[in-house]
């Protein structure tokens, strides 16, 4: 039943629009920076974040897999990003390009991705992430 009032309740405000996508801007800075206190703030305590092999990781693996790995990235470029707002709420569809180095090595990961973004005291932050590798 709340699935249904919730989608009743969809809304386009640019507004609320801009402040998720703003807040994806800032994860992806903080991935590719390894900014730990922003990713604190970006994650929320709950997140669940799913890769496209099926292993999910908490907010504590996500945490220490972006700044403890030897992994890092040189830029995850963000296209096709389609926003929908329900109350405190904001799913978001996008094509992710993950530009990886690890050990010497450059590699583009095409991935696409729906998150879960809510909207609490800290400002928006993601609770879920599923990624799937696009059809070819």
Sequence with gaps: MLLAAAALAWASDSGTDREVLGALDALKQAVVSKDRPALEKLLHPD???????????????????VTDSKVSFSAIDVTDAVV?????????????????????????????????????????????????????
């Design 47 to 65: 997140l669940t974040y799913g890769h496209t092999d099926g292993h999910l990781e908490t907010r504590a693996q996500v945490l220490d897999r």
């Design 84 to 136: 929908r707002v329900y109350g405190q709420i904001a799913l978001v569809t996008a094509k992710l390009a993950f530009h990886a180095n690890a050990d010497g090595k450059q590699n583009v990961s095409a991935l696409s991705t729906l998150d879960v973004w809510i909207r609490g005291p800290e400002g928006w932050q993601l609770v879920g992430r599923q990624l799937t590798r696009p059809p070819k």
